[in-house]
T-cell receptor
Framework: AQKITQTQPGMFVQEKEAVTLDCTYDTSDQSYGLFWYKQPSSGEMIFLIYQGSYDEQNATEGRYSLNFQKARKSANLVISASQLGDSAMYFCAMREVGNQFYFGTGTSLTVIP | GAGVSQSPSNKVTEKGKDVELRCDPISGHTALYWYRQSLGQGLEFLIY????????KSGLPSDRFSAERTGGSVSTLTIQRTQQEDSAVYLC??????????????FGPGTRLTVL
């Protein structure tokens, strides 16, 4: 079974609108961390946001928020007020206790002016 | 430097040659990871190190691939007898160990390998 599943290969959003990028995960660990990274066309990987499995509140970082639904094992990224510079690949990742990271296949987001 | 560095940034080689890719992690980071990313694709996990040992080598595609880490710092990924399908960007990342908040991976800029 895939550890991280991102079912949206490509997404489009109108500038200034909000968009949700889906991510589900699979683990039997009680302690784990969930991450989102952004990869623009330049290729660099940029850390966006983190959610710990024991965090009771959804993580927020500026325009990014993580909709964490533990029972459903989902960790969707919400980008509010989309900007043209948000166009990029977005990867969801999970870290288990053993330090192994698992990445999803990514979602390509295009922001339309 | 403050970030993860990788060298070379670009490598063009002929099929059948060996190549070495280097990664300098952030000082103090005990965990180090290698990934491969083909054009327009996701990250393919190759191997990770905890200190100098590699608890998980499951992602190495074949026995032509090997990696080592010395002194808990620099790591080298070696590809022997390169094939055209090895062409990709090889990304290195490092992090602190454990699940403390924000122990995220910091990525290097990658090495773009082209096998002719």
């Amino acid at each position: 079974a895939q550890k991280i599943t991102q079912t949206q290969p490509g997404m489009f959003v109108q500038e200034k609108e909000a968009v949700t990028l889906d991510c589900t995960y699979d683990t039997s660990d009680q302690s784990y961390g969930l991450f989102w990274y952004k990869q623009p066309s330049s290729g660099e990987m940029i850390f966006l946001i983190y959610q710990g499995s024991y965090d009771e509140q959804n993580a927020t970082e500026g325009r990014y928020s993580l909709n964490f639904q533990k029972a459903r094992k989902s960790a969707n990224l919400v980008i509010s007020a989309s900007q043209l510079g948000d166009s990029a690949m977005y990867f969801c990742a999970m870290r288990e206790v053993g330090n192994q990271f698992y990445f999803g296949t990514g979602t390509s987001l295009t922001v339309i002016p | 430097g403050a970030g993860v560095s990788q060298s070379p940034s670009n490598k063009v080689t002929e099929k059948g040659k060996d190549v070495e890719l280097r990664c300098d992690p952030i000082s103090g980071h005990t965990a180090l990871y290698w990934y491969r990313q083909s054009l327009g694709q996701g990250l393919e996990f190759l191997i990770y190190f905890q200190g100098n040992s590699a608890p998980d080598k499951s992602g190495l595609p074949s026995d032509r691939f090997s990696a080592e880490r010395t002194g808990g710092s620099v790591s080298t990924l070696t590809i022997q007898r390169t094939q055209q399908e090895d062409s990709a960007v090889y990304l290195c990342a490092s992090s602190f160990s454990g699940l403390a908040r924000n122990n995220e991976q910091f990525f290097g800029p990658g090495t773009r390998l082209t096998v002719l």
